[in-house]
């Protein structure tokens, strides 16, 4: 195929040598070389056709024809091999990119009961099995519910703008779960045996022990006869279940605007069993909560007649709690939402 001059036996045995040279190319890229070689524009089929010219008249389309063929011949050809060379590249690639069953997982975020909310579990769950059922109310009171009914005056210190986060028209964010004794006493007659479990706010600066928003669970009992001994009982087996058999109490005198008398709850402390150590500061006890007996103010703001009815309530905060139970430091750990603290609970 030198020059202008060409046979059509010639082209016969070029086919062949091309088809020949096709099947054996090494690569996607050699089949491309060829490509260009024989079907580009300045390629040989082209140059054949150019020089259809030089043939007979009677020559023309036999040759025509002839060299047709043989560009649907390298065409196919090139085709066949590039798909094959293709598909063998897809497998390879499928193998390198194979599972390796023996390579450890990626792990799942699997997400996890906050301590707080585990801590709030427990305590519902010993009040429960003691035939306390649970309420709740609003976290937007009014300032009656709040403070009010609960015996707090207008003049008390609790009612300070530093300590209550005040909304517009005489609404309040709770400062604690109190105000649900009063709707559940309002709306229901004795007796009454429930806990309160929500959120509370107050508007102290954050530190080791405070948060702008805290956790509460309150207890009531109100029935004929119930007296401090019934409180102290009640909160013994809450104490024993919560933090174990050996546990004691202290009730120390203490005074909340809505109990008569009122006290203050201790635990012995449940890390150096009373001797004394740094977290019970050397005294051997722990402030778990506040208690008292229902003071009869509070019973006529909801109509309920004290010469008859006698209660007991408590009050205690769930981070204190799930504090001293999982060893915890600083309160501000529970909503700081670091996973590696989240993770050990
Ligand atoms: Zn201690």
Known sequence: MSGNAFSLK?????????????????????????????????????????????????????????????????????????????????????????????????????????????????????????????????????????FEALNIPENHPARDMQDTFYVNGGWVLRTHTSPIQIRVMENNPPPLRFIAPGKAFRSDPPDASHTPMFHQVEGLFVDEGVHFGHLKYILDVFAKKMFGEKVRLRFRPSFFPFTEPSAEVDISCIICKGKGCRVCSRTGWLEILGAGMVDPEVFKAVDIDSERYTGFAFGMGIERIAMLKYGINDIRLFFENDKRFLDQF
């Open 10 to 146: 010639d082209i016969g045995d070029i086919q062949n040598d091309v088809l020949d040279e096709i099947s054996q190319a090494g690569s996607l890229q050699v089949l491309e070389e060829l490509r260009v070689r024989w079907l580009g524009r300045k390629g040989i089929v082209q140059d054949y056709l150019k020089n259809l010219g030089t043939l007979s008249k009677e020559e023309r389309p036999v040759a025509g024809k002839v060299i047709n063929e043989l560009k649907d011949a390298v065409k196919t050809a090139l085709e066949v091999s590039a798909n094959g060379f293709q598909a063998s590249e897809t497998i390879r690639r499928l193998n390198d990119e194979k599972i390796d069953i023996t390579l450890p997982g990626v792990r799942r975020n699997f997400g996890r009961i906050h301590p707080i909310t585990k801590a709030m579990a427990s305590i519902l769950e010993i009040f429960i099995e003691l035939g306390f059922s649970v309420k709740e109310g609003p976290e937007i009171e009014t300032e009656y519910y709040n």
